[in-house]
């Protein structure tokens, strides 16, 4: 019985061990799907110009980065919750914040 019982929890934790990597490559792929969705520019919800999400920003902490506008702040853990339009000044929301 006992050699039993440890093959048991030998099976479970090996179970525990092979998801663990299935439930991290999961995540990751929620993660990057989100991404390629949004893509490297955003329409302007006034006038329509797409605005450029690639670029230098400055977050409020006053951290400045190259990179994805809607990325999270490296510094302060920030997500922007809109970007301004350079066209005609109007806020976007962040549509992965607000749908
Ligand atoms: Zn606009
Ligand atoms: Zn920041």
Not at 55 to 78: D, H, I, K
Not at 88 to 97: K, Y
Request: hydrophobic residues 45%.
């Amino acid at each position: 019985m006992r050699a039993l019982h440890l093959s048991l929890a030998i099976g479970k934790a090996l179970v525990w061990l092979f998801s663990l990597p299935i439930i991290f490559a999961v995540n990751a792929v929620k993660l990057w799907a989100v991404h390629p969705m949004m893509g490297d520019a955003v329409p302007c919800r006034t006038c329509g110009t797409e605005i450029a999400l690639l670029g230098l920003w400055q977050c409020p902490c006053g951290y400045n980065f190259y990179g994805w506008y809607f990325s999270r702040c490296e510094v302060c853990g920030e997500i922007p919750p809109f970007i301004d339009c350079p066209q005609c000044g109007a806020s976007t929301m962040n549509p992965l914040l607000f749908g």
